[in-house]
Each structure stands twice: as C-alpha cells, then as structure tokens.
C-alpha cells in the first residue's frame, strides 16, 4: 500500500509490479527539453531537513519491533540526532540495541492523501556521540527544541546520533529509490524547499497560462488543454496536463539552479521568457 | 523528548521524572464538580479510529528494526488490517517476522507542536485471516482505501490483521498509560471525536464567557480570570484558566455523555445551564 501501485488490477495472480492498468498517459507531441530532477539522495535530504519529528523503529525487550514518534534534528550530514529518556521504552531500547531506523514524512497538507506524500526511511544505528560531535549533535537538536538542552542535563536523557547505513526513499506513485549512504551524507536538502508550497499556489493560482505554455512548448505536449503545478523545486516545475489524448506528468528545468525561495520567483520568470521564445524544431 | 516533561532541570543528575521546575500551577479556590474522563483504553481507540496512516515497526532481515509508514483501516475491535506488499520491504518484514508495533499520532494542526500531540503505540503479532474475518479485515482496510481491494488480488499483497498484544498511550505531557490488551478491545472510540475541533473552535470564538464561568463554578477556579477550551470529548470540556495566581487546567463534566458530534452541542447547553444554577456550598 506505500511503496506500491494503485492502478486496478488486471490478473488476480500477477504481480502488481508488472504490466497494470490505470489512467492512459499520452505520449508527447515532440520532445521535451532536458530537465534536471533532484537525485534520490536530494530526495531524501531535503525530507530530513524539512521535518522536525518521525517514527522510531526499536527493538524492545520481548523482541516486538517498537514503534513510536520521536522528535529530531538533524545534522549538517544529515544524522538525525535525538534527546531520548531511559523512562520511555524507546530509550530503553536503543541503550540496549543501537540498530534502530526512522521513517519520515512530508507534511500531508489538509485534504490530501497521505499516501501520495514522499517519505524516507533511515536506517543504521545510533551512537552516543562524544567531545565536539557532542556539542554539534545537541546543536542540531536544540535548534528545533530548545527545552531538549535542558533535558540533554538530566541522567536519564542520551543525546543519540543515527549513523544512517541504508536509506530507503519512496517518492510517490512509481518513484523509489535505495540511496547509498555516501550519496545521502553528501547531497544538499532542496535550499528552495520552504517557498515551494507557496509558489506552486501561486503558478496555479495567478500564472496557470504560463504553466500551460511551459508545457505545450518545453514541455512536450503541444496539444495540452489544461495544466496544472503539482510540485516546484530548486531544478524546475512539474506539470499535470489534459490532452485530447489523455492526461500526463511532464517536467520543465529551470536554466540553472534556483538557491533560495526566493529565488524561485526568478526561475520561473525566465522559464516564462524561454517558452515564449521556443520554436518548434 | 516523547514520553517526557518538558519543564527546566533543577539539577543536573536528577531524573527528569522526580520533582521539576515549570511554571506555577494555582490551586483550586473550591472543591470541583466530579467530572468523567475518557479511559486510556478509550483515548487509544479514539486515536486510532481517527487515524488512516501509521508507522510500522518491523524486523529487517539483517535484524535492524525497520520504520515505514503504512495505510491501514481498523477493525471494530480496532485492530489494525494493512495490505502490503513484498516488493517493500515491511511487507517482505512481516512475511519471515510476524511481530511489529504501529505507531499512530492524531493530526497535527498547522503551527502546532506535534510533540504535545496524543499517540499510541500498538505492539502484537500480524496473523493472516481467514474466512470471515478475511472480508471483514478487508472490508475495514478498502472502506478507507478502496483500490486495496484490487491490491489484494494481486499474488505480492498479503492482508494482515494486527493481533494487539500491548498498548502504550501517551496523551501529551504527563498523561500516559499502559492499557490492557482486553480494555483496548472493549473500549470505544468517542463517536464525538469528529466534532470535537469544531466546538472547541466555537467555544473559544463565541462563547468564551461561558467556558469561563463553567471554570468559575463548577470547575473551582472562582477567580479565573480568562479561559480558553483546550478540548471537548464526550464526557466533558478541558480548560485553561489564568487566575491572580497563576494558570490552572481545568476539567468540567457534562451530566451525561456525548453520544455523537451533534450531541456537543446539546451537552454544552446543559453545563451552561448547570453552571448558572451553581451556588458555593
């Protein structure tokens, strides 16, 4: 149900990874220009760095994999780093066991499917960091929960690191990837990811024109009636056509990289002029 | 950082469950009204029934704990049924390891903390049902997802029912429990929990007066100065109240319980009623 297909299916015997039915997608009508997608690792950074909390998976005492929801920051490599009691089963877990993974979520704004959001999970184990590393991890920690210093203090508190080994990222529908732990320590979190909900209300809301234009010109899909933004990012835009033939994803880039939210606003305005002065090949 | 208070350290070898700073609590001016609390075995199936996505904890291969968020639809004995697949890697977990937990937290309103939210963890063992219970886990999981149905033809999806073996609810800071595998199952949801954001908004916008004078009164705060709901279940309203000597919560019963969203209204009348009949003894 989360890393898999929604299509209907066709064969009660075939494995849903295979040939499925589902909504037709038309093809384009000529092609694209090249547009940079965020890597898996990106993916993944920039999901760490937008939360503040995720669920633990534990080992507890019996055996029983423990679930619970825990508060983190993370570092500036992207280790999660936790301020957890010895009076909660999970504190008594990883003192015990150190394997350990979180899960984590984007926001599912109100109204929508939880199950479309992109989530990642990280894997590893924890570390009682010492000396510097001590200093930076409740750094990362207190930046988000500031009572956390205070409670580093007590005896029952461990300020934990999770060295990440395995990341697995599921971006939606169709996109998942497993990312190499030196891929996910060196990629960066989206810099524009903050201004990207307001700015795909914003395209949608008041630039719906341009988004149809982007996508009948760099986009592909010359025939498209409707479009609309379904997500926004340092690299480019995604788009959701209607086409007389159907409807389908596209994906316009941005010249060179957006760097800040506010940087956003400038990209889109020359992926506007580049579509004006597209011309069929 | 979950299960914990949040207060400051007063030093710094104490465990942060002994005594504690925090702001001043005043205490009642005269005796309250008894007022009814829901039972934890209640707050956790009240979560629970609310919920359509948790986090699973199961055990990976290489024996680390692995979190990943999953849909699932709860039976009316509120155990949870998932419908996973084994080209992810939960559901791969619970085919060699039936032992797992699911984490589920209530929704996080915008701009709120999500550590002061309420959340439960579900420990147990996945079984795969058969015969009637088959349809009915099924039915429970499709009323929330309706393309499982089709999912669970397909020859890599298996329908799990999660046999809920230990219940740990923490109900935000200081309220906390371990609930009886046999109280979660007979314990029922509060059939008011969908209109409980709603009154609390209209209380709080437009009947504020009213919530302080029901602190007043019956919930022996006599010199409250301003009260704000914080929550309305049931059986009853949770208060904040300032006073000349500093904050309180409050708790003020109805005279009998809520029995669905709707009926909020009529039970809050009732207090207004009672509270204005209300003379010191």
């Known amino acids: 149900m989360t890393d898999t297909a929604r299509e209907a299916p066709?064969?009660?015997?075939?494995?849903?990874?295979?040939?499925?039915?589902?909504?037709?997608?038309?093809?384009?009508?000529?092609?694209?220009?090249?547009?940079?997608?965020?890597?898996?690792?990106?993916?993944?950074?920039?999901?760490?760095?937008?939360?503040?909390?995720?669920?633990?998976?534990?080992?507890?005492?019996?055996?029983?994999?423990?679930?619970?929801?825990?508060?983190?920051?993370?570092?500036?490599a992207g280790e999660p780093v936790l301020?957890?009691?010895?009076?909660?089963?999970?504190?008594?877990?990883?003192?015990?066991?150190?394997?350990?993974?979180?899960a984590i979520g984007e926001p599912?704004?109100?109204?929508?499917?939880?199950?479309?959001?992109?989530?990642?999970t990280l894997a590893g184990h924890v570390i009682v960091p010492e000396g510097e590393e001590a200093d930076s991890a409740l750094d990362a920690h207190a930046r988000l929960y500031p009572f956390a210093r205070g409670n580093?203090?007590?005896a029952d508190f461990?300020?934990?690191?999770?060295?990440?080994?395995?990341?697995?990222?599921?971006g939606g529908f169709a996109r998942m990837s497993t990312v190499e732990a030196a891929d996910y320590a060196?990629?960066?979190?989206?810099?524009?990811?903050?201004?990207?909900?307001?700015?795909r209300r914003h395209l949608n809301d008041d630039h719906a024109d341009s988004v149809l234009l982007w996508a009948q010109t760099l986009g592909g899909y010359a025939d498209?009636?409707?479009?609309?933004?379904?997500?926004?990012?340092?690299?480019?835009?995604?788009?959701?056509?209607?086409?007389?033939?159907?409807?389908?994803?596209?994906?316009?880039?941005?010249?060179s990289p957006a760097q800040s939210p506010d940087d956003l606003r400038g990209a889109t305005v020359a992926l506007a002029k580049a579509a004006r002065a597209w011309t069929p090949s």
């Open 224 to 255: 498209a009636l409707e479009a609309a933004c379904e997500a926004i990012d340092r690299y480019g835009v995604d788009i959701r056509v209607q086409t007389p033939r159907g409807q389908a994803p596209v994906r316009v880039g941005f010249a």
């Open 158 to 170: 461990t300020t934990y690191v999770l060295r990440v080994e395995r990341i697995r990222w599921v």
């Open 83 to 102: 301020v957890v009691s010895t009076m909660a089963e999970h504190g008594r877990n990883l003192a015990r066991e150190p394997r350990c993974s979180i």
């Open 10 to 76: 066709t064969e009660s015997t075939e494995n849903h990874g295979g040939s499925g039915g589902g909504p037709a997608i038309a093809e384009p009508t000529h092609e694209a220009q090249p547009a940079r997608r965020r890597t898996p690792g990106e993916e993944a950074r920039t999901l760490v760095a937008a939360a503040n909390s995720g669920s633990l998976a534990s080992l507890s005492e019996d055996g029983t994999p423990w679930a619970s929801i825990v508060a983190f920051g993370a570092t500036d």
């Open 152 to 154: 580093a203090t007590y």
């Open 186 to 199: 060196t990629a960066d979190a989206d810099p524009t990811a903050a201004g990207a909900a307001f700015a």
């Open 108 to 120: 599912v704004p109100e109204g929508e499917d939880p199950l479309d959001r992109a989530r990642v």
